[in-house]
């Protein structure tokens, strides 16, 4: 069972973890491929808009990189670089452009090979060119020697990272990589919206438990970061472009952060929760203008293992799976800041997330548990109460006094019958509610007596006192207290009164139920006894769960039962 | 005879005394109603009884324990219930006869003319006997038992392991109790059969374990014949 177990959890996560080791390996044939590239190092810009794109504008190493800023409001300026083929290319050559923020045109030897997003444009929204885009190169112009490359840029917005990457090489291998990169965000992306929707399903399918919506909320702000991870806009659709930066998918972490320190918060139950996220979100949204992206997630780590320490100290339920999650993240973390796995930061996340799911499916496993156990027990109860008026023993014997009734008195008989009728009609129509009107539960008492007076031919009394009418009780609990008293205390007397009275103390109604009956404590009666007053504790423990009492016990007049529920 | 009944039911308890006399007119002596088991010994400690009817809520150990007491007592016992699920168990005590609840006066008059009846047998016969030992109940299995001795209102029983226990009912209830393999061979003697050794010529049987009781002659050969 424990092994079994072990495979249940751990085999998805295992499944999980090969798929990305695969991925990291693709990764490295593609780099290994790649080596046949040619970078292109040196990259000149200058202003001049009307210049020929066939001719050397710019000095040589005149700026090493684009500062975006110096560029935002200059118009179009001219990105340059020369590149040396060694040898004619026979297959098809392409020259790759990335981290170019904005509209370009690209020139290969003044001939115009390729264009991204639009120069001109009405709008800076709807015209801004992908982060990385290919232009093919004519087969004439690929051949060995000097070639001249000139992009005519325009800056649209500001990026931290915007500095120009130029690439000329094979079209399959310098797509290869690119393909390969959006695969793995798509596997992401998936993994993300799929556990987000879960969760949320989860959050209104399971009484709206504000841990889920976080849990849910910090799914989706993943899928969103990943989607706006500049490097990765291979597949991504026009109107996203002008989000796309490491600006904001950063930011858009550091607000999934605040989501995923909320989960752990409301899973946890911490105290003053709302206060405590609203500084947490405070220091996430300071620490974006303020600290790199790697010390907000260690400072982002600190701040969950606190939390999950205090789960510990408060041994909360399902802390195990969180703590799995939290130390996975940590680990895959500081493997991916090491650079020894590409991916580390979303595998630490998608692991962390494993881990919630089946920490929040046992959970559910759990609770459903409870409910269907509620409900067999509710059942258990109504068919205990049933059973009381059609066990064989009371049947049985009612039909032996009704055979005595007919023989020798036939009117009482009749009543008998009827007296016998009302009862099983009033057990049968209240046994499967939960509370009902404390006159039900009296008329049911007085025609138990009823029966009971003909069958034993005695006297007996119910009194009440102190009740309005208005009280709801549990359906048969004052019944059963009757019947035990007569079944047990009133072997030979002929006479009998029964009190039910009510107290209300506080909060609390107490009633108590009397009988003057024979009290016999140490017969083995009292072990019967107890099966009457367990279905009395099962049924306010159903409907009172936790704010009820009963106590029972012998007097020297007689016997007594005290219920007080809150 | 004289007839004890256990009935907490007043209406049921007026129902068998009322049948009861009906049934039995002159040949009843005496009726008492007792409510519980409890009040009942106190009275059978005190006077004699034939026959006891007793009603038990079987339901449970507690009843059991309760019949076990009253079936060691000198008198037959039968048994009026409505826990008629329970009633082979309750014949493995050796009980007389099994009234099911409810009941009409032929059933009745029926399980009279059972307790009247010598050659009447229980419908299930008897798998044990209980024998009282200071302060608690034994039960003794019948087939332990080589013979039973008739000492004047009690049985003695032998048994195979030599012992000898005293059981408070005489031969002739016994008898009736007792399944069809133990014969009554002489008027102070039932044998268990199975535990025949060889029949003499001389009026005798002869035990598996050595003793030699007499036999009747009005029922030698009947006991010849059953043993061959």
Redesign the interface.
């Known amino acids: 069972m424990q092994t079994a177990q072990f495979f249940r959890f751990f085999l998805p996560l295992l499944l999980l973890l090969n798929s990305f080791t695969g991925l990291a390996q693709d990764t490295i044939s593609i780099q290994e491929n790649e080596k046949e590239v040619i970078r292109i190092e040196k990259i000149r810009v200058c202003a001049g808009e009307s210049n020929d794109p066939k001719n050397q504008l710019c000095e040589s190493n005149e700026i090493g990189y684009l500062h975006a800023n110096n560029l935002l409001d200059k118009g179009n300026v001219w990105v340059q670089a020369s590149v040396f083929l060694q040898q004619d290319y026979e297959d098809v050559l392409a020259l790759k452009i990335s981290n170019l923020r904005g509209a370009q045109e690209v020139y290969w030897d003044g001939e115009l090979i390729g264009e991204n997003g639009d120069l001109n444009p009405d709008s800076i929204l709807s015209k801004i060119g992908r982060f990385h885009f290919y232009a093919r190169i004519p087969h004439e112009l690929s051949s060995a020697g000097e070639h001249l490359i000139s992009v005519k840029h325009k800056q649209f917005g500001l990026s931290k990272y915007n500095y120009a990457n130029f690439q000329v090489g094979n079209y399959f291998v310098i797509t290869a990589a690119d393909k390969s990169v959006n695969n793995q965000m798509i596997l992401m992306l998936t993994i993300f919206m799929t556990s987000g929707l879960f969760f949320l399903i989860f959050y209104f399918g399971f009484g709206r438990k504000v841990s889920f919506l976080f849990l849910s909320l910090y799914c989706f702000s993943y899928s969103i970061k990943s989607i706006l991870k500049p490097y990765q806009d291979f597949f991504t659709p026009d109107f996203l472009l002008p989000y796309l930066s490491y600006n904001n998918s950063i930011f858009t972490a550091n607000v999934g952060s605040i989501f995923l320190i909320g989960f752990l918060l409301w899973e946890i139950g911490i105290p003053r929760k709302w206060q405590h996220l609203l500084l947490f979100a405070i220091v996430s949204v300071v620490s974006f203008y303020t600290i790199s992206e790697i010390h907000f997630l260690y400072l982002l780590m600190l701040w969950a293992a606190a939390i999950v320490a205090y789960g510990f100290h408060q041994k909360v339920e399902g802390r195990w799976w969180i703590l799995t999650g939290l130390l996975g993240l940590i680990l895959f973390v500081n493997l991916w800041v090491h650079q020894v796995l590409g991916y580390g930061y979303f595998v630490g996340i998608i692991f962390f997330i494993v881990c919630m799911t089946i920490s929040v499916g046992q959970k559910i496993a759990g609770q459903i548990k409870i409910k269907q156990d509620a409900l067999l027990r509710s059942s258990a109860l109504e068919n205990q109460l049933l059973k009381k008026s059609i066990q064989?023993?009371f049947?049985?014997?009612s039909?032996?006094?009704?055979?005595?009734?007919i023989?020798?008195t036939p009117e009482n008989a009749s009543d008998f019958v009827n007296q016998l009728a009302d009862e099983f009609r009033l057990v049968s129509r209240v046994s499967n509610q939960k509370l009902i009107p404390i006159a039900d539960e009296i008329e049911m008492c007085r025609i138990h007596l009823r029966i009971m007076e003909?069958?034993?031919?005695?006297k007996f009394i119910l009194k009440t006192e102190g009740l309005t009418g208005e009280e709801k009780v549990p359906p048969g609990i004052f019944h059963t207290l009757v019947e035990n008293g007569i079944t047990h205390g009133y072997?030979?007397k002929?006479e009998g009164t029964f009190i039910l009275s009510k107290k209300v103390i506080d909060q609390e109604i107490e009633y108590t139920f009397f009988n003057d009956s024979e009290v016999e404590i140490e017969s083995?009666e009292t072990?019967?006894k107890g099966t009457g007053l367990k279905y009395i504790e099962a049924r306010l423990r159903e409907t009172f769960p936790n704010k009820w009492k009963l106590e029972s016990m012998g007097l020297n007049n007689g016997w007594q039962v005290k219920i007080v529920v809150g | 005879m004289r007839i004890l009944i256990v009935e907490?039911?007043?209406?049921?308890a007026?129902?068998i005394e009322?049948l009861t006399r009906e049934i039995l007119g002159n040949e009843l002596q005496q009726l008492t109603i007792k409510?519980?088991l409890e009040?009942a010994s106190l009275f059978t400690d005190e006077y004699p009884v034939d026959l006891m009817i007793l009603d038990l809520?079987l339901?449970?150990k507690?009843g059991f324990?309760l019949l076990e007491k009253s079936v060691a007592q000198s008198f037959q016992t039968m048994i009026l219930s409505?826990?008629t699920d329970r009633a082979i168990e309750a014949y493995d005590y050796g009980v007389l006869d099994f009234i099911?609840?409810?009941?009409?006066k032929a059933r009745l008059e029926k399980a009279f003319q059972r307790y009247n009846n010598q050659n009447y047998r229980a419908e299930y016969p008897t798998k044990y006997l209980a024998v009282k030992k200071s302060q608690k109940m034994q039960l003794v299995d019948i087939e332990e038992i080589v013979f039973i001795k008739g000492a004047g209102n009690y049985g003695e029983l032998n048994l195979k392991d030599g012992k000898r226990e005293l059981h408070d009912k005489s031969l002739q209830h016994l008898e009736k109790l007792l399944p069809s393999h133990f014969e009554r061979i002489h008027k102070s003697f039932i044998v268990n059969l199975k535990m025949v050794e060889s029949i003499s010529t001389k009026y005798e049987v002869v035990l598996k374990n050595g003793e030699v009781i007499p036999i009747s002659r009005s029922i030698y050969k009947r006991v010849k014949d059953l043993l061959s």
């Open positions: 064989p023993h049947i049985l014997n039909l032996a006094s009704l055979q005595e009734l023989e020798q003909y069958r034993r031919n005695s072997g030979t002929n083995e072990k019967e | 907490d039911e007043a209406l049921i007026q129902r009322r409510p519980t009040s809520n339901n449970g507690d324990q409505a826990n099911a609840k409810p009941f009409n």
